[in-house]
């Protein structure tokens, strides 16, 4: 199982433990004697915590080896993580922790042979289907000293559906008026003159003169005619299509968030780490 430095996991570590740090902490046996500091913590792909990192400092030569988080207890009051029962012979025996190394599930066994009890010694181990839980001694956090109350608050999740809010069809119809246009048109007409003789009149000869009646003359006229005809033409182009506005829509909600209620009886003295005050 891969593990994590804590900065390495969570750059904002700090803000889940109130702005409390873990790193530098002072490591106590519950005898009170000091035998190292915290340099790191590692953690697995779930943030659970599975080992400090500890600098034994000059008691050791300044080795630095991992302590199972189970067996150790956080007093962030005093800044200090007690442990029960490492032994000088625990360290020695301990593998050394380099933090550029990788820690595989060899190097975890090495640990965990140096903490366990005779009884569990004796317990085969399978790297295929080892799990934490298998130490529970090791990695289970003590209700005593670490009791965790989980408090819960809702928060605001948007998201996004579409929904048809209309439509717009685009159609056409016909429309008619009446046109008037002017064309010049060309009609001809007769025109008879009749001229008088003037001055002397001229004699004819009755013989020669042919007397009759009906047609003497034929003379067609024309007159143009307007024709008028239609056609088609493209007077207009109508595009249609969509564009997408941006908006922004705000919602309002009521949330809930738990808070922790701390009731004491009698003369104890209880620290709220998150608001760092007695009560």
Same mark, same amino acid.
């Given at each position: 199982m891969t593990l994590y430095k804590l900065e390495d996991f969570d750059p904002n570590y700090k803000e889940v433990f109130g702005g409390e740090d873990i790193?530098?902490? !002072?490591?106590?046996?519950?005898?009170?004697?000091?035998?190292?500091? %915290?340099?790191?913590?590692?953690?697995?792909?779930?943030?659970?915590?599975?080992?400090?990192?500890?600098?034994?400092? &000059?008691?050791?030569?300044?080795?630095?080896?991992?302590? &199972?988080?189970?067996?150790?207890?956080?007093? #962030?009051?005093?800044?200090? %993580? #007690?442990?029960?029962?490492?032994?000088?012979?625990?360290?020695?025996?301990?593998?050394?922790?380099?933090?550029?190394?990788?820690?595989?599930?060899?190097?975890?066994?090495?640990?965990?042979?140096? *903490?366990?009890?005779?009884?569990?010694?004796?317990?085969? #181990?399978?790297?295929?289907?080892?799990? #934490?839980?298998?130490? !529970?001694a090791l990695y289970g956090l003590n209700d005593r000293d670490h009791s965790n109350i989980k408090l819960y608050e809702e928060r605001l999740i948007t !998201?996004?559906?579409?929904?048809?809010?209309?439509e717009v069809t685009v159609g056409k119809h016909i429309e008619t008026e009446t046109a008037t246009v002017s064309v010049p048109v060309e009609k001809e007409?007769?025109?008879?003159?009749?001229?008088? &003789?003037?001055?002397?009149?001229? %004699?004819?000869?009755?013989?020669?003169?042919?007397?009759?009646?009906?047609?003497?003359?034929?003379?067609?006229?024309?007159?143009?005619?307007?024709?008028?005809?239609?056609?088609? *033409?493209?007077?207009?182009?109508?595009?249609?299509?969509?564009?997408?506005?941006?908006?922004?829509?705000?919602?309002?909600?009521?949330?809930?968030?738990?808070?922790?209620?701390?009731?004491?009886?009698?003369?104890?003295?209880?620290?709220?780490?998150?608001?760092?005050?007695?009560?």
């Amino acid at each position: 199982m891969t593990l994590y430095k804590l900065e390495d996991f969570d750059p904002n570590y700090k803000e889940v433990f109130g702005g409390e740090d873990i790193k530098k902490m !002072s490591l106590y046996t519950q005898g009170g004697d000091k035998v190292g500091s %915290v340099e790191d913590a590692l953690v697995d792909h779930e943030g659970r915590f599975r080992y400090l990192v500890i600098d034994t400092g &000059p008691l050791f030569l300044g080795k630095k080896v991992l302590l &199972p988080i189970g067996l150790s207890r956080l007093d #962030y009051n005093q800044k200090r %993580v #007690y442990v029960d029962g490492l032994s000088k012979e625990q360290v020695e025996n301990l593998p050394e922790y380099d933090e550029n190394m990788t820690v595989d599930y060899d190097y975890e066994e090495r640990v965990r042979g140096a *903490y366990r009890t005779s009884e569990a010694q004796n317990v085969a #181990y399978n790297k295929e289907n080892y799990n #934490y839980q298998n130490d !529970s001694a090791l990695y289970g956090l003590n209700d005593r000293d670490h009791s965790n109350i989980k408090l819960y608050e809702e928060r605001l999740i948007t !998201s996004k559906t579409r929904i048809k809010s209309g439509e717009v069809t685009v159609g056409k119809h016909i429309e008619t008026e009446t046109a008037t246009v002017s064309v010049p048109v060309e009609k001809e007409r007769v025109v008879i003159e009749r001229t008088t &003789p003037t001055g002397e009149a001229t %004699v004819v000869d009755p013989g020669t003169v042919n007397f009759g009646e009906g047609e003497v003359a034929r003379v067609e006229l024309y007159e143009e005619q307007a024709q008028i005809t239609k056609e088609a *033409y493209v007077r207009e182009e109508v595009r249609v299509k969509k564009v997408v506005e941006q908006d922004t829509v705000e919602a309002k909600e009521t949330v809930r968030r738990e808070e922790l209620d701390i009731d004491t009886q009698g003369d104890l003295r209880v620290n709220d780490s998150n608001k760092n005050e007695r009560i």
